[in-house]
């Protein structure tokens, strides 16, 4: 196995945070000049915010993750995981054109929602075409199952193809997915190195970099959206390093919320909830504050708000994502301290 070297980490780090936060300034200004915007909901007056910005953290993820490969050929003199690496990027570059085509053609033109979710899994076939993964894999509840060649052909794609969508579900409020994919990103950097596993910290550290400097101009208030081209992106990317891991029971478990999330929905949708203009949004208020827009909690945004409303009185949207990442990290900090003593 390959000794790590912490300064082409380093590296890879600084230019994924430097490329992604040199992109974002004009990809807004470019996005307000062509129309590329969208309403930011949960404001109580109208802002238009530039979407699909995600494309910059892609890229940035993308040039970090190239960088690390050059310092290691040229200056470390070694391959570092190369097939690994060009088939990670070739995932993150793939999910996040299909995110980028479901942003301009997708929802906004009622494309159905089954074709969506289908079209994620040739994100899946630069991972197919490697073999990548272990077939012996260890899951929540289920335990160790081999599930030979059905793991790469199989469970790969939809792994990738549920991540991407699963990871799309928490959403809707600023800096919640780009929030919330940092923190994934960060948990799976401490689990690989806590197992000594230098691919998929280096891989997630890049992604965690791109991620941290897309927040600076998504936090609240937010220039920028992600869209799909970042949820998708990250989801699928999420899913590709625990397979190149091989920690599916941390990385699924790790993923427990985005569970919660749909089996919410799925709660809402049999009791007919999610009728036309029920999103995940909340209702604003003039005074700023949210009110949630069903008598249930069939939502986790929504559940977050009422959760606000009886604990202080009253939510916000900054209020929203600094809970529902606080129940992230909480979660993070519980599978990692598993992990530190061998139970994970």
């Known amino acids: 196995m390959l000794e790590i070297s912490w300064s082409a980490v380093i590296t890879g ?14 990809w807004i200004r470019a996005a307000h000049r062509i129309g590329l915007k969208g309403k930011d909901m949960n404001k109580p007056f109208e802002v238009e915010v530039a979407e699909a910005g995600g494309i910059a953290a892609v890229l940035g993820a993308v040039m970090g993750l ?22 990670l990027t070739s995932v993150l570059l793939l999910s996040a054109v299909i995110g980028f085509l479901d942003d301009v053609l997708g929802w906004k033109r009622g494309l159905p929602r089954w074709i969506r979710i289908a079209a994620m899994a040739p994100a899946s076939v630069p991972l197919v075409v490697i073999k990548a993964g272990v077939p012996r894999i260890s899951l929540p509840i289920v335990g160790v199952v081999n599930l030979g060649i059905l793991y790469p052909l199989v469970a790969v794609p939809i792994g990738i193809v549920g991540a991407a969508n699963g990871f799309n579900m928490i959403g809707g409020y600023n800096g919640l997915e780009a929030g919330m994919g940092f923190l994934l990103m960060a948990a799976a950097a401490l689990y690989s190195a806590i197992k000594g596993l230098y691919l998929p910290l280096t891989a997630s550290l890049t992604m965690a970099a791109a991620l941290a400097a897309f927040l600076v101009f998504n936090w609240y208030p937010a220039k920028v959206f992600p869209g799909n081209t970042l949820t998708y ?20 478990s790790l993923f427990a919320l985005y569970f919660l999330k749909a089996i919410m929905y799925f709660i809402g ?25 069903t008598n249930g909690a069939y939502s986790l945004q929504h559940l977050a708000i009422r959760i606000l409303e009886r604990l202080r009185g009253r939510a916000t949207e900054k209020g929203v994502v600094a809970l529902i990442l606080s129940m992230q990290a909480l979660l993070s900090a519980a599978l990692l301290a598993l992990a530190w003593k061998g139970l994970l």
């Not at 190239?66 to 088939?87: H, K, N, Q």
């Not at 992106?233 to 699924?252: D, I, M, P, T, W």
């Not at 949708?269 to 949210?290: A, C, H, M, N, S």
């Open 13 to 26: 780090v600084a230019v994924s945070f430097g490329v992604t936060l040199l992109l974002l300034p004009p």
């Open 66 to 87: 190239y960088m690390v490969e050059l310092y290691y050929r040229y200056i470390v003199g070694v391959d570092y995981y190369s097939t690994e690496v060009f088939a």
């Open 233 to 252: 992106a990250v989801g699928a990317y999420y899913a590709a390093v625990v397979v190149l891991g091989n920690f599916e029971k941390f990385g699924v």
């Open 269 to 293: 949708e049999l009791r007919g909830v999610w009728k036309p203009g029920i999103e995940d949004f909340g209702i604003p208020q003039p005074d700023g504050t949210l009110k949630a827009p």
